[in-house]
C-alpha cells in the first residue's frame, strides 16, 4: 500500500503503458528503448508489460530529439545514460534508506500511520529535494566549466594530473569485529571527511569505494596537501580511523566521470605498500615536489607488488 502511494506519487500518474506502445508514442524501436531502460539500471521487463507511465514517455522523447537533433554523438548514447543512470540509483537507494528508516522510527509497524507519512514526506520533500539537487549539479557544471574549458580539444579525455588512494587501516578486521550500525556511523565519518578534506585543498573526489576514496589534483602541491592531511588522521582525529595513501602523478583517461591509467594503477599499489598514517608518492610526483619547503622526501626501497617488479617509491611528510 505505500510503494503503490509513493510510487504514484512519484511518477506523476499510474503505470499505463507497454514497451512497445510507449515506443511507438516516441517514434523509436522497441529494442532502441529496451536499451535505455536498461541503461539506466532498471531491470528488465517483457514488451507487454504495463510499467510505463506518462513521464516515462516524455523522457524517452525529450532524450530522443537530442539524439535526433546530433547533441548527443551516437557511439555515446548508451554511456550518457549509463551514467546518469548510476548516479541517481546510488542517491536514489541511500534517500529512501533514510526516509523508511524516519518512517519506521516515527511509526513502528502501524500500517496506516507510515502510508500517511510516506505520503506527507513525498509531498514536502520531494519538491525541495528534487531543487538542492538541480542547483547542486549546475554548480557542479559551473565549476566543471572552469576547470575544463580552458583545456584543448585533446586534452578533454586526458589530462596529467595526481591521482591518489586513501584507504583505512585495518578495515576487514574492523568488519569483522564491530557493530552494524558502528560501522555504518564509521563509514559516514570516513566519507564526510574524507571529502572535506580533498575539496578543501583544490582536489576532487572520484568515488568512494567503501572503505577507500580516489582522488585527484590538478598540481603535485594540492595532492601533497591532501596526502598529508590524511595522514593525521587517527593522531588529531581520535574519532577516524588511521589512513594510507598512495599517489601518483601521470597522465589519465577521463570517461563518465572516471579516471584510468597507469598512474591510476601504481598509486593504488603504493597504497597497499603504505603503513598506517604514511602517504607514498611515485617518482614523478616525488620529482615535481623536489625543493618544496613544506615537504620532506624519504626514498624507499623499491618493491615487487602485482604489475610492478621494481616499484620505486618516496616516503611524504610535512616539513618540521
Known sequence: ??????????????????????????????????????????????????????????????????????KIRPDEELPHVRAIGQAMSRLADWQVREIMTRIGEAAGEDEVARAALATDMTSELLPVVEQLQTYS??????????????????????????????????????????????????????????????????????????????????????AAEIGVRFSEWGRDHRDLPQLRVGMALGKVLTRLGDVYGPAVNVASRLTSLARPGTVLVDRDLAEALNGQRAYRLQARRPATVRGYHHLRSWSLRPAP
Open 1 to 70: 500500500m505505500i510503494a503503490e502511494q509513493v510510487e504514484e506519487a512519484l511518477l506523476g500518474g499510474p503505470r499505463r503503458y507497454n514497451r512497445r506502445e510507449t515506443a511507438a508514442m516516441v517514434g523509436v524501436a522497441p529494442e532502441w528503448s529496451r536499451q535505455i531502460w536498461l541503461a539506466l539500471g532498471f531491470a528488465d521487463v517483457g514488451d507487454e508489460a504495463r510499467v510505463f507511465t506518462e513521464q516515462d514517455v516524455a523522457a524517452l522523447r525529450a532524450f530522443q530529439g537530442l539524439v535526433e537533433a546530433e
Open 137 to 222: 549539479w549546475r554548480r557542479h557544471l559551473v565549476a566543471a566549466l572552469a576547470r575544463i574549458m580552458p583545456s584543448t580539444a585533446g586534452q578533454l579525455s586526458t589530462a596529467t594530473v595526481s591521482v591518489g588512494f586513501a584507504d583505512i587501516v585495518g578495515y576487514t578486521s574492523t568488519v569483522r569485529h564491530t557493530d552494524i550500525n558502528e560501522l555504518a556511523r564509521l563509514l559516514e565519518s570516513f566519507e564526510e571527511n574524507a571529502a572535506e578534506t580533498v575539496v578543501s585543498n583544490h582536489g576532487r573526489v572520484v568515488k568512494s569505494l567503501g572503505d577507500e576514496v580516489l582522488f585527484v589534483a590538478d598540481t603535485a602541491q594540492d
